[in-house]
């Protein structure tokens, strides 16, 4: 499993990479392969607010439903579209063509309360 050593990851399986200003928001490797096949993604819209640790929308597979979480507060600036005719990037890309959002922070310094890679990794072998 990849896991991008200059991303943050938050303990709900969500990456965030750290772009001028704004932050791009997914789910990690780990967490699209533990929910197999994803058939539908649900984003908000361009312009609404994130709360940290409150769900912002929701991922369909064969298997379940589960809630993403953000990482971090902020405005939405920008909705991944493609996500909506090819919900599989989720599987076949998380970190490239499957980013969810992105969002500009009100407070960039709830960056530090998520973990870096190799914490992250941590977590994930000690489930």
Known sequence: MSLPK????????????????????????????????????????????????EPFGSVESVKTVSELYAPISGKVVEINEELEDSPEFVNESPYEKAWMVVVEPSDSSQLDNLMNAEKYEEMIDAD
């Open 6 to 53: 200059d991303f943050r990851y938050s303990e709900e399986h969500e990456w965030v990479k750290e772009e001028d200003g704004k932050v791009r928001i997914g789910i990690t490797d780990f967490a699209q392969s533990e929910l197999g096949d994803i058939v539908f993604v649900e984003l908000p819209e361009v312009g609404e607010e994130l709360e940290v640790d």
